[in-house]
C-alpha cells in the first residue's frame, strides 16, 4: 500500500450546521482530522493514511505566514521515504491561492493535491468524504505528481496554475479557467489528459529560505470610478508591488495613469492582469517597472510577484518569471 500523509487546515470540509439541511451558516473548521478520516472508512482500503492537524481556521483567515508554515510542513513531508504522496484539506475561499504558493515553493516529483467541500461535514450530500477519498486516490497515483500541484474537488483535477473557484456555494465550484483541467478521477482511478508547461515544484527555482514573512504586494481592482487615491494609498503604506486586476486587456482608467506611473518612479513593480477571467494579458508592459501578468489570475500574480521580490530579483528577472511560471 502507499502511504498517504494528510494536513488538515479546516474550511467547509472540517464544518459543522446545526441541521443536515443547512447549507450555509455552519462554522468552518471546527471537525479535526480524526472526524475527516472517520466519515470515510474506505479510506483505510486505498492507501495507509496518516494525518496531522496543522491549523483548523476558516481559510478566509489564512494567512502568509500560515503559508510559510505549510509549504515547509509539505516539504519536510514530501522528503521522508514513508511518505509517497499528501493530500491538503483546506477552505475553498482561498484554496486556490494556497494550491498556485505551494505549486512554487514545495519541490517534490510526490503528488501533492489540496481538496476542500462545498457543503458543511453535517450536510445532507456532504461533498467532503467523496472529495478526500478522490484526492487519496489521485496521491497515491506516483504519476500525479508530474503535474504539479493539483486541485482534486468533484471528481475534477486541476492543475494550481489555473484551477479557480468559479461558485459560492454549489459543488461544481473548482473549474480549469479554460486550460487546466488535467484530469478526472473515475471510481477511485485519475485519468489525466494533458500536462502543465509553466515551471512547478519540482522545477521551482523558488526557495522560501528562512523568510518569516511576503514582501508586501497589493492588488487593486480597477472599475468605473477607480480612485487614483487607491494606487497613492498603496505607495505611502509602503507597498513593494502592486497587482493591477485591471480592466480587459490589463488597462486602467486614463486618470489612474499618472499615480501609477509616481508608483513606478518611487521604485514599485506594478503587474498588469485582468478582472476578465480568461485570456492572457500581454499589453501595457514596459519590461522595467510595468510587467504583464500573463495569464494569471490578480491573485495568483501577486505570489508570484511576492516570491520574485523575495529573491530579490530585478524588473527583467520578474518578466522572466512572469513567462515561465
Ligand atoms: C473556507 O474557505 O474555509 C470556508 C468556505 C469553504 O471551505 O468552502
Redesign the pocket.
Known amino acids: 500500500m502507499r502511504n498517504i500523509h494528510i494536513i488538515a487546515c479546516?474550511?467547509?470540509?472540517a464544518?459543522r450546521a446545526d441541521r443536515a439541511t443547512n447549507l450555509t451558516g455552519y462554522t468552518?473548521?471546527v471537525m479535526d482530522i480524526g472526524d475527516l478520516l472517520a466519515a470515510v472508512p474506505a479510506i483505510h482500503d486505498v492507501a495507509a493514511v496518516t494525518g496531522e492537524q496543522l491549523f483548523n481556521?476558516?481559510?478566509?483567515d489564512m494567512t502568509e505566514e500560515k503559508w510559510l508554515a505549510l509549504a515547509r510542513r509539505t516539504e519536510d513531508a514530501a522528503a521522508r521515504d514513508d511518505v509517497d504522496g499528501i493530500v491538503v484539506t483546506h477552505?475553498?475561499?482561498?484554496?486556490e491561492e494556497t494550491a498556485y504558493f505551494l505549486n512554487l515553493t514545495v519541490h517534490t516529483c510526490k503528488p501533492v493535491i489540496l481538496t476542500?467541500?462545498?457543503r458543511p461535514a453535517s450536510a445532507l450530500s456532504a461533498d467532503g468524504p467523496l472529495n478526500l477519498l478522490e484526492a487519496v486516490q489521485a496521491a497515491k497515483t506516483a504519476e500525479a505528481g508530474k503535474y504539479g500541484v493539483l486541485i482534486a474537488m468533484n471528481g475534477m483535477l486541476c492543475s494550481a496554475r489555473f484551477g479557480y473557484k468559479t461558485d459560492t456555494t454549489h459543488v461544481h465550484a473548482f473549474q480549469g479557467r479554460q486550460m487546466g483541467v488535467v484530469g478526472f478521477i473515475q471510481n477511485g482511478e485519475p485519468f489525466f489528459y494533458q500536462q502543465p508547461l509553466r515551471l512547478h515544484t519540482y522545477k521551482s527555482t523558488f526557495f522560501l529560505g528562512d523568510a518569516e514573512t511576503l514582501p508586501p504586494v497589493w492588488i487593486l481592482y480597477a472599475y468605473v470610478g477607480m480612485s487614483p487615491d487607491l494606487i497613492r494609498a498603496a505607495v505611502s503604506c509602503g507597498v513593494k508591488g502592486l497587482v493591477l486586476a485591471g480592466l480587459g486587456h490589463g488597462k486602467n482608467p486614463s486618470y489612474c495613469e499618472s499615480a501609477l506611473q509616481q508608483a513606478a518612479r518611487a521604485g514599485i513593480i506594478i503587474v498588469r492582469t485582468s478582472r476578465v477571467l480568461g485570456g492572457i494579458v500581454t499589453e501595457g508592459g514596459d519590461g522595467k517597472a510595468f510587467i504583464c501578468g500573463d495569464s494569471l489570475t490578480p491573485q495568483q500574480a501577486k505570489i508570484l510577484l511576492q516570491l520574485s521580490l523575495l529573491r530579490s530579483d530585478g524588473a527583467a528577472e520578474t518578466k522572466r518569471n512572469f513567462a515561465q511560471y
Open positions: 479546516g474550511g467547509t470540509i464544518g468552518a473548521g481556521i476558516d481559510s478566509s477552505g475553498t475561499d482561498t484554496l476542500g467541500a462545498m
